[in-house]
């Protein structure tokens, strides 16, 4: 059986990485273009009639149809309450339009600039559910609510003095959401993007891998080809060149190269990919926290007391800090006093104590004549299994020694 195998693609091995180059820059290019677009089409269907303006966004949140989302179904069925009707994402859509239209409170206030960065949230949150962004749907979501029940709808209740600064505060707190969306966006669509990357390349790689096998496996296979490789050290150069068995099998193995060196780029894209979506998915962490814990504006001083709030923060942490470092300073003098209790002189004598009645309880233990007596041990073994220290048991001998040649030197004083 003689090889008949022919190279599956071309020869140009700069290909797949302008191709992967081009991929991204569009990728990212497309998202950039994207947020432009929300902004002009905001800007463009937005006006000074706060009226026409709620009708805007009305018309963005029902145009969402959630059953042509791409989320995974656990994102679009997840309840934070088992009673509810909807989903929490689906659950949005139906608070804020009912939201919207029951609202009697009315201003006089021109809410163009604020009414632009709500439909803003309201499309992106409609996108996030089309596409699968679930990072973006949950974060718009959020957005929604506070947006349009917690400032929107209270506007009429801030007292008139304070009612344009407040509202200048709250048009510049949503840019902090729409700050977050963005990036959630760039996460949710770099993660998605890496899973295709990641499985594409396993196939890739399985492909390859496949691919040797079954060469080795038709050479092994082949007598001719075999026999063309046994002899290849004893031929020149240009016959190894010219003999169609050999440049057949050349051919094969270039090619195979070239595609595990395609495979070893794509790797390496996949591992920049991964760092992409490890700083978004870091950035998205940190202005989550930052929005999540600035608080909604509710008067013109509402900036200096976050910024206070902070400071009373970064004070208690100190404190905190001083008194732990107070802590450990004394867990550390608690440990030489804990073990200079352990050597105390009442300790010394407690075991002296105890000493004293090993022999006697030695004795005992082996005189005991029952089925389930204790073994018989000697006097170092049970000192032992009372954790009593043989140096102790010594001092203690030592001790009653002592006191014994006291006791006879008295006895012979008296006598004399």
């Not at 395609?262 to 591992?271: I, L």
């Not at 470092?325 to 002189?345: C, P, T, V, Y």
């Amino acid at each position: 059986m003689s090889m008949n195998r022919k190279p599956s693609y071309g020869n140009n091995i700069a290909a797949p990485k302008g191709k992967h180059k081009n991929k991204l820059q569009s990728f990212f290019e497309g998202i950039k273009n994207k947020h432009q677009e929300r902004k002009n089409r905001a800007l463009r269907n937005i006006t000074n009639n706060n009226s026409a303006n709620e009708n805007k966004i009305i018309e963005v949140l029902e145009d969402i149809d959630f059953s042509k989302s791409k989320l995974d179904p656990k994102y679009l069925e997840f309840k934070t309450f088992s009673s509810q009707a909807y989903g929490d994402l689906e659950k949005t859509k139906h608070d804020i339009i009912n939201y919207i239209v029951s609202n009697n409170n009315y201003t006089d206030l021109n809410l163009k600039e604020y009414d632009t960065r709500l439909y803003e949230i309201a499309t992106e949150y409609r996108n996030a559910i089309s596409n699968g962004h679930k990072n973006a749907a949950f974060s718009a979501s959020s957005a929604l609510y506070i947006a349009v029940k917690d400032i929107r709808n209270q506007l009429p209740s801030i007292p008139k003095e304070w009612r344009n600064n407040y509202l200048k505060e709250c048009t510049e707190y949503l840019d902090k959401w729409i700050q977050l969306i963005e990036n959630c966006i760039s996460l949710d669509a770099t993660t998605i993007s890496l899973e295709n990357s990641d499985r594409e390349l396993n196939n890739k790689l399985e492909d390859i891998k496949e691919t040797r096998e079954k060469y080795i496996e038709e050479l092994q296979c082949d007598n001719e080809t075999k026999k063309a490789l046994i002899n290849v050290r004893d031929l020149p150069i240009k016959d190894t060149l010219n003999d169609p068995v050999l440049k057949e099998v050349f051919t094969t193995l270039i090619e195979n190269k070239i595609k595990e060196e395609t495979a070893k780029f794509d790797v390496q894209m996949n591992n920049m990919q991964r760092r992409k979506n490890q700083m978004y998915a870091t950035q998205v962490d940190i202005i989550r926290k930052n929005v999540q814990n600035l608080p909604i504006p509710s008067d013109p001083l509402s900036f200096q007391k976050f910024q206070d709030a902070v400071k009373q923060m970064v004070a208690d942490i100190d404190k905190v800090d001083k008194q732990y470092e107070e802590f450990i300073q004394f867990m550390f003098k608690l440990d030489g006093e804990l073990d200079r209790l352990e050597n105390s002189q009442a300790t010394k004598l407690e075991q002296r104590m105890a000493a004293q009645q090993i022999e006697k309880l030695v004795e005992t233990l082996n005189n005991m004549n029952k089925k389930d007596s204790v073994e018989k041990m000697s006097e170092r073994e049970l000192m032992e299994k009372l954790g009593i220290k043989e140096a102790e048991k010594e001092e203690q001998d030592n001790t009653q020694v002592q006191e014994e040649e006291q006791e006879q030197d008295e006895l012979e004083y008296e006598m004399n």
